[in-house]
């Protein structure tokens, strides 16, 4: 959490940028916000949730805390370095110094996890979606190469980065966290019936390996490429709904606290839209119109992180005690979230649509920010008061 609430200030000074006279490399601070965003935030807090339930009684407590350490080590250096620096030696020796370390918890992952008849499809979205994130790596170990021959103005430049961002947030973090909610169900009796998890399965997995081809079609690739992007988006969606189609709405709310449950619902909704705009953008119109108008793609990013991924985060954590999440503080952090993606949206669509702008468009994008990581401050000094409360 701590490392969400460094995030989330990097983004309030990003948003205040053009409001105050700050000086610094603003391409730098985007950087930095991005990486500790998904690899502070995101990658720690999933790892530690799969440690908790697959690891910890694999007896591996030493190798873990000396990789966990090591891990915290190369993020630090991260934060220290990208805002001061942006791509250049430092930064790059701690960034690729932690894709070391996440292909370590791979291997431990891969010998150690414990795994039981109960738990086994679960056990098999998280094997493939650790495989995921060691493939996404593939992008930044060839960006070296693609920069010194080509230069970062080549198309290549952009493919690979954006074949790390889709089997970063499509891969690894979305199917983890459909893994870990299988398991959710898997704990509490709710299996998905045998003649569905194949298609369940092999369906979400297809989607996630072919809607990397709607992150190509800026290029405006042949009509292929638009089919590819569009099936992988449907097979996405219908995997999804066999989770749906167990009924699950009778069974869940019987373990779950009203709160998780509203938690639970907004993924799925957010969860839901993600799917839409996936499938929309298969259409050649609507893919020139993402690539055209930026805010589109910023908006979307920002949903799939800070909405879709961010809030079933939430939803694990305190489903599993791992840290509490204050319903009241969570509304805010969810207010703060959607006034920033209506505004994000909304200048998209007035670009594209030629609608009035107004005066107040970027201060109110930056209070929005700051709502977002007043919130984070506050969920964290609420979890730190408790445990200093529970152990006096």
């Not at 010998?111 to 930044?140: Q, T, V």
């Not at 702008?357 to 977002?372: E, T």
Request: glycine share 8%; with cysteine.
């Amino acid at each position: 959490m701590t490392y969400f609430l460094a995030a989330a200030m990097l983004g309030v000074l990003l948003r205040f940028f053009s409001l105050a006279s700050f000086e610094f490399d603003y391409r730098y601070v985007v950087h930095s916000h991005s990486h500790i965003a998904l690899l502070g935030w995101v990658y720690i807090a999933l790892t530690t949730i799969i440690y908790k339930l697959f690891l910890e009684k694999g007896q591996i407590t030493k190798k873990y805390r000396r990789l966990f350490g090591f891990t915290q080590l190369t993020i630090i250096g991260m934060l220290l370095t990208f805002p001061f620096q942006g791509y250049a030696l430092f930064s790059i020796l701690f960034s690729t110094l932690f894709l070391f370390a996440s292909y370590r918890f791979l291997f431990l992952f891969e010998k150690y996890a414990k795994i039981d008849n109960e738990h086994g499809l679960s056990f098999k979205c998280l094997r493939w979606a650790l495989w995921y994130m060691a493939l996404s790596s593939l992008g930044p170990w060839a960006l070296g190469g693609i920069m010194t021959t080509l230069g970062v103005q080549s198309i290549w430049y952009r493919l690979a980065i954006y074949f790390y961002l889709h089997f970063q947030y499509n891969g690894w973090m979305v199917l983890s966290l459909v893994g870990l909610f299988v398991y959710v169900l898997e704990q509490n009796k709710l299996i998905i019936p045998k003649r569905k998890i194949g298609f369940f399965f092999w369906g979400l997995n297809a989607g996630i390996v072919l809607t990397y081809f709607l992150s190509v079609l800026w290029i405006m690739p042949p009509t292929f490429f638009y089919i590819l992007g569009g099936l992988g988006a449907l097979l996405q969606i219908g995997g999804i709904l066999v989770l749906v189609d167990i009924n699950m709405n009778h069974f869940i709310k019987k373990f779950l606290s009203p709160f998780q449950w509203l938690l639970l619902r907004i993924v799925l909704l957010l969860f839901s839209i993600k799917m839409l705009f996936q499938l929309v953008t298969a259409f050649p119109y609507f893919a020139n119109l993402a690539a055209t108008y930026l805010d589109f793609t910023i908006g979307y990013l920002h949903w799939t992180f800070l909405g879709v991924i961010t809030v079933a985060i939430f939803f694990l954590l305190d489903y599993f005690r791992l840290l509490k999440i204050d319903k009241s503080t969570f509304i805010a952090f969810f207010t703060g979230f959607v006034t920033m993606e209506v505004l994000i949206f909304y200048k998209g669509i007035s670009g594209w649509l030629g609608l009035p702008g107004f005066d107040l468009h970027i201060l109110f994008l930056a209070v929005a920010s700051l709502v977002i990581a007043l919130s984070i401050m506050i969920m964290l000094w609420k979890f730190r008061s408790a445990k200093v409360d529970k152990n006096p």
